[in-house]
């Protein structure tokens, strides 16, 4: 920080932090393979629990290596702030090209569940066209059949038994989980 401070145009804190970031990635990849690790066994992977940050961090290192980057943003948070932090920074390096594995960490909810992750993570890669794992469920969400508890526990239902029975239908019926099931009603 002194060194940067007597720069004609210092950089940030933030900036100096996102730096330090990538060139300790850079270094722990240099060492590993000092010690006689292959390339193509390294993934990177840097603990960032702000949306810029991860975009800002892994983008240089995508730009200045060619290991694999393992994407995960860090103490996202509950619900859906977490889902939505993870989704935005994750989507925007995944439609770059950036990223070879993903992670979506969530704080579970009282007595949740932490296949919650798993499902997140699957629904963005399905989202964005990169994989296909379950049928996309969609249900009209404006009229009124809507607002019947009725009709959202027939969604709901529909989509937990898709994912339930998925892993015995993909064996009997090769591309199932590129259908689209429609759940519809009429006021």
């Given at each position: 920080?002194?060194?940067?401070?007597?720069?004609?145009?210092?950089?940030?804190?933030?900036?100096?932090?996102?730096?330090?970031?990538?060139?300790?990635?850079?270094?722990?990849?240099?060492?590993?393979?000092?010690?006689?690790?292959?390339?193509?066994?390294?993934?990177?992977?840097?603990?960032?629990?702000?949306?810029?940050?991860?975009?800002?961090?892994?983008?240089?290192?995508?730009?200045?290596?060619?290991?694999?980057?393992?994407?995960?943003?860090?103490?996202?948070g509950m619900g859906t702030?977490?889902?939505?932090?993870?989704s935005a920074a994750m989507?925007?390096?995944?439609?770059?090209?950036?990223?070879?594995?993903?992670?979506?960490?969530?704080?579970?909810?009282?007595?949740?569940?932490?296949?919650?992750?798993?499902?997140?993570?699957?629904?963005?890669?399905?989202?964005?066209?990169?994989?296909?794992?379950?049928?996309?469920?969609?249900?009209?969400?404006?009229?009124?059949?809507?607002?019947?508890?009725?009709?959202?526990?027939?969604?709901?239902?529909?989509?937990?038994?898709?994912?339930?029975?998925?892993?015995?239908?993909?064996?009997?019926?090769?591309?199932?989980?590129?259908?689209?099931?429609?759940?519809?009603?009429?006021?």
């Amino acid at each position: 920080m002194d060194k940067n401070q007597d720069e004609s145009f210092p950089l940030t804190a933030g900036e100096v932090t996102r730096e330090a970031m990538v060139q300790s990635a850079l270094l722990s990849a240099q060492l590993a393979n000092d010690i006689g690790m292959a390339d193509d066994k390294i993934i990177l992977s840097v603990k960032v629990s702000q949306v810029q940050d991860l975009i800002a961090v892994y983008c240089e290192l995508a730009r200045r290596s060619n290991h694999a980057l393992h994407l995960g943003l860090t103490e996202a948070g509950m619900g859906t702030k977490g889902i939505v932090a993870s989704s935005a920074a994750m989507g925007i390096l995944l439609q770059q090209g950036i990223g070879d594995t993903i992670r979506i960490s969530l704080t579970p909810e009282p007595g949740g569940d932490r296949t919650r992750e798993v499902h997140v993570s699957q629904e963005l890669l399905q989202t964005m066209g990169f994989r296909s794992f379950v049928p996309i469920v969609a249900a009209c969400p404006g009229c009124g059949a809507q607002l019947l508890p009725t009709f959202q526990e027939l969604a709901s239902d529909i989509q937990k038994q898709l994912r339930e029975d998925m892993p015995e239908w993909k064996t009997k019926y090769p591309g199932v989980e590129d259908l689209k099931v429609a759940v519809m009603g009429a006021s």
